[in-house]
Each structure stands twice: as C-alpha cells, then as structure tokens.
C-alpha cells in the first residue's frame, strides 16, 4: 500500500469518525431532553428504558416534523409555479 493510499484511508477513517460523532451528540441531546421531560413530570419514578423510549419517540416526530415541511415547502413552490402560470394565460388572453 503505498503513501497516498494510506492517507485516502486515515481520511475515510476521521470522516466516519466525525459523523459517528455528531450522530453520539444527537443522540445524546435527545436523550438528555428526554431525561429532562421525565424527571419534571416524575421526579424519581422512572426507568432508563423510559428514557430511551421517549427520545425515540421525540426523534421520531422530529423526523416527521421535517418531511411534514420538506411537503410544505414543495407544495407551496408547486402553488406557486401553477399560479404564474395561471395568471399568465388569463394575461396573455
């Protein structure tokens, strides 16, 4: 293997690692989060297993609340593009 090959390689490596990372500090904003919700609502009274079920659930509706504005955003350039074109052939009559 020679030099260039093995530096290709220790970058592949950190760019996994970089991801691999932030997807640790996602996960653990979400479980934090979660922790946070639990221990306001029942101080003392719950288990870890809870914890990991109400973060799933929050990145869960996260994840739906993102392609619920991704199909916003389109619907609304789609309503927009169909209006132009609307109001250009009434003015082009």
Known sequence: MNLL?????M?????????A???VEILTKYASLAEE???EK?????QE??????AEYLIERDVELH???????EYTT???IMAKAFLDEVNSK
């Open 67 to 73: 392609d619920a504005q991704e199909k916003i955003a």
């Open 37 to 39: 919700m639990l221990s």
């Open 21 to 23: 990372r932030e997807r």
């Open 5 to 9: 090959n093995v530096y290709g390689n």
């Open 78 to 80: 789609a309503g927009k």
């Open 42 to 46: 029942y101080k003392d009274d719950y």
């Open 11 to 19: 970058q592949k490596k950190a760019a996994l690692d970089k991801v």
């Open 49 to 54: 297993q809870d914890v990991a079920k109400l």
